[in-house]
Structures are given as C-alpha cells and as structure tokens.
C-alpha cells in the first residue's frame, strides 16, 4: 500500500492565483481531512470528510473548498491564494476511532 | 480551556534518560488516545495508540492513560538523539469518531 499520497510537494503561487492540492489513500478509509501547520505551530484542521460525498469544516476553513466524489481522493482547493495561505499542508486518513495516517505534505508559498 | 493541552517544552533529555511528556484533554467520555511523532519538516507518524485506562508498552515506548484524571502521558526509556522531536498527542474527543483533536505538541531535545 502507498498510504496517504499527496501532490505536489511544493508550489510557490502568486497573490490571487487558484490551485488544488491533491490528496488519494489506498487504504480504504472513509475519514479523510486536511490540516495546515504554520512554521513552529500546531496542526488546524481545515475540512474533513466521513465518506464519499460528506464534507464538514474544520476550525480554519476560509479561503479553501474540498470535495470527496470517491472514497479514495479529497482535493483541497484554494481560491485566490493569499500570502496567510503560506503554510504546509498535512492530508490524512483514518477509519473511525481509529489511528490516523498523515500524507507527506504539501509546502505551499504564496508572494 | 483548550480540548488537548501540552507543555510546548521544549524538554532537554540527557542520552539514556527517560523522557516524560505529559497530555491534559478536556472531554471524560473520550475513548481514542494517540501519541505522534513529528521531525521538523516531516508529517506526523504514529508512536503509539491507547484505548484502555493503563500501560502500554511497546519497545522504548510507554503510553500511560488514566481516565478519571483525564490524562495521557508518553515515557521514553534509553532517549537517544534521535528521539529529538516534537510529540503530538491527539484525542478523540468524546464519543463521536469522525475526527482527532490534537495538543499543540511537546518539543524534545535529547542531548549527548
């Protein structure tokens, strides 16, 4: 199993650009989320999902949209990058109640 | 009051001591308790998991939980510079499943 893959590694975008973090799991896991962690600090949830077509917000979710056609893959997308958007971010799986596997992060820069 | 309390640290270890991280959460009817590991730059990676109040051991590793005091804390035996990291530790808080709660982490600084 590949676990948790996540592309691209790195992106730097310009103020006002568009872009979609991708994130697939081959694991079958129905939860899936989004995190963003800011040099130095903890993980913020952005959004998750519990299965295929269910999407909530986590504490942090302006600027950012997902969508979870498949059990395997939940996008991340950011409209109109902002320089606060500056940050990496984690995707991650898990089956309820159960450990949660990270993917290896995406480093996004925005100027 | 936050859901998952840690001391950000850091914690400076001697190499071969032992390493005791500590872990506060908010919610008595949590179940699913979990420590990670994180090196800078990497993304987290599953230490250990705990689900009954206890031990858990495994290799250097020793997750201890206690419900009614409603904490969870990580010993490290042996530390060696390696184990120098940041530890995160994440609960399921209360009885729903869909999502993990984690502490701000606990930076460790294991020193030859």
């Known amino acids: 199993n590949a676990g948790v893959t996540q592309t691209p590694k790195f992106r730097i975008l310009k103020i006002g650009q568009s872009m979609t973090l991708q994130c697939t799991q081959d694991?079958?896991?129905?939860?899936m989320y989004w995190y963003r962690q800011d040099p130095g600090m903890g993980l913020k949830l952005i959004y998750y999902?519990?299965?295929?077509?269910?999407?909530d917000k986590g504490e942090v979710p302006n600027g950012y949209n997902v969508s979870r056609s498949t059990t395997e893959d939940f996008p991340l997308r950011l409209e109109l990058a902002a320089p606060s958007q500056t940050s990496v971010y984690f995707c991650?799986?898990?089956?309820?109640?159960?450990?949660?596997?990270f993917g290896p992060g995406t480093r996004l820069t925005v100027l | 009051q936050k859901e998952v309390e840690q001391n950000s640290g850091p914690l400076s270890v001697p190499e071969g001591a032992i390493a005791s991280l500590n872990c506060t959460y908010s919610?008595?009817?949590?179940?699913?308790f979990f420590w990670y590991r994180q090196y800078s730059g990497k993304s987290p990676e599953l230490i250990m998991s705990?689900?009954?109040?206890g031990d858990k051991e495994d290799g250097r590793f020793t997750a201890q939980l206690n419900k009614a005091s409603q904490y969870v804390s990580l010993l490290i035996r042996d530390s060696q510079p390696s184990d120098s990291a940041t530890y995160l530790c994440?609960?399921?808080?209360?009885?729903?499943?869909?999502?993990?709660?984690f502490g701000g982490g606990t930076r460790v600084l294991v020193k030859p």
């Open positions: 991650a799986s898990r089956v309820e109640r159960g450990e949660q596997f």
């Open positions: 694991m079958n896991h129905n939860y």
């Open positions: 999902s519990v299965g295929a077509g269910i999407t």
């Open positions: 919610d008595r009817v949590s179940q699913s």
């Open positions: 705990i689900y009954s109040n």
């Open positions: 994440a609960v399921n808080i209360g009885t729903a499943g869909n999502k993990l709660t």
